[in-house]
Nanobody, 122 residues
Framework: QVQLVESGGGLVQAGGSLRLSCAAS????????MAWFRQAPGKEREFVAA????????DYADPVKGRFTISRDNAENTVYLQMNSLKPEDTANYYC???????????????WGQGTQVTVSS
């Protein structure tokens, strides 16, 4: 069982930046594809970004390309999401996820974090 704990969410003005972190309990997260999803009120959970353990595969959802960067420190069992040029439409609860299947979809996730709220004001 892998436990994922997100942190770093908060309130930020449009155009600002936030860095989300996801700490994993598993010492071998390098074998997992790690990803971020988000869910806004009244909407379905959607894919944001994913990265394999080796970094040979990285993917971003179109709305965040060029603004968000996913990175991971396998030695520290931590995954990051650097979010720049934030927009009000980025407001959502952001979830860290681990999977063994590429590409990532919500149905393929093995483990979820509890989520961290990101609110972008206009």
């Amino acid at each position: 069982q892998v436990q994922l704990v997100e942190s770093g969410g908060g309130l930020v003005q449009a155009g600002g930046s936030l860095r989300l972190s996801c700490a994993a309990s598993e010492r071998t997260i390098s074998k997992y594809i790690m990803a971020w999803f988000r869910q806004a009120p009244g909407k379905e959970r959607e894919f944001v970004a994913a990265r394999t353990g080796s970094g040979n595969l990285i993917d971003y959802a179109d709305p965040v390309k060029g603004r968000f960067t996913i990175s991971r420190d396998n030695a520290e069992n931590t995954v990051y999401l650097q979010m720049n040029s934030l927009k009000p439409e980025d407001t959502a609860n952001y979830y860290c996820a681990a999977s063994e299947i590429w590409p990532m979809t919500p149905g393929r996730v093995n483990y979820w974090g509890q989520g961290t709220q990101v609110t972008v004001s206009s």
